[in-house]
């Protein structure tokens, strides 16, 4: 029993699990993403980024895609794997019925997206 014990902690305190946390610092802006993706009925959105200079703070939010009325997505956990070379730690979440949102704390930082810039010509609306 003891050994046991004894192998389910060393495996959860192997140097791959532990990392050290890191707070953001010198926050940089918003950066709105809006892209999702469905899977068996749960619709993940990634509504925007936290730029900062040491991490990058992604938040997604998830909605169980049904006409049940009674239905709770639960406090499900939810893991963000971006890429080998990025460590995406949880950073609080929260949410009631069939809607979830979560959010992580990415390291290193994310690339910046390249968004292509539209100008609009300035137009006068009545309402």
Do not use: W
Not at 5 to 11: G, K, T
Not at 104 to 120: G, I, K, M, S
Request: proline share 7%.
């Amino acid at each position: 029993m003891v050994e046991g014990l004894r192998i389910v902690f060393a495996d959860l305190l192997s140097e791959e699990r532990i990392h050290a946390l890191v707070e953001p610092t010198g926050f940089l802006k918003f950066i709105p993403v809006l892209r999702s993706v469905t899977v068996d009925k749960l619709s993940h959105t990634v509504t925007y980024l936290k730029q900062y200079s040491n991490a990058s703070i992604v938040h997604i939010e998830t909605e169980m895609i049904t006409s049940e009325p009674f239905v709770h997505l639960g406090h499900a956990m939810f893991e963000l794997s971006i890429a080998p070379e990025y460590l995406c730690t949880p950073n609080g979440g929260g949410g009631s019925g069939k809607t979830r949102q979560h959010s992580f704390v990415v390291t290193p930082p994310l690339p910046e997206p390249e968004f292509q810039r539209v100008l609009l010509k300035e137009i006068a609306v009545t309402i």
